[in-house]
């Protein structure tokens, strides 16, 4: 069984950055993609950011791309999102997420276990 912790949110003003994490428990991330999605209230979960299983391959919703970068630390299996020039449309609950594949995926239904979330919130 697999566990992920995200931490790293709270209240930024706009323009401001977070670096959110994930820790992985159970089972190692090394072998399989990761991504980081987020849900704002009223509206449905979106794709934020996914990187393959050895960071070769990383991929952005439009949205963030050039602001939010994606990263992971396999030895300690963590998974990051180093979040710059915050809007207050990047308000959301950020959830991290494992797939069982080697390739990252922008569905949030090709992904197997979900952590609890962590809240980022963006003031203007």
């Known amino acids: 069984q697999v566990q992920l912790v995200e931490s790293g949110g709270g209240l930024v003003q706009q323009g401001g950055s977070l670096r959110l994490s994930c820790a992985a428990s159970g089972r190692t991330l090394s072998s399989y993609a990761m991504g980081w999605f987020r849900q704002a209230p009223g509206k449905e979960r979106e794709f934020v950011a996914s990187?393959?299983?050895?960071?070769?391959?990383?991929y952005y919703a439009d949205s963030v791309k050039g602001r939010f970068t994606i990263s992971r630390d396999n030895a300690k299996n963590t998974l990051y999102l180093q979040m710059n020039s915050l809007k207050p449309e990047d308000t959301a609950v950020y959830y991290c997420?494992?797939?069982?594949?080697?390739?990252?995926?922008?569905?949030?239904?090709?992904?197997?276990?979900w952590g609890q979330g962590t809240q980022v919130t963006v003031s203007s």
């Open positions: 997420a494992r797939r069982t594949a080697y390739l990252s995926s922008s569905s949030a239904n090709h992904y197997d276990y």
């Open positions: 990187i393959s299983w050895n960071s070769g391959q990383t």
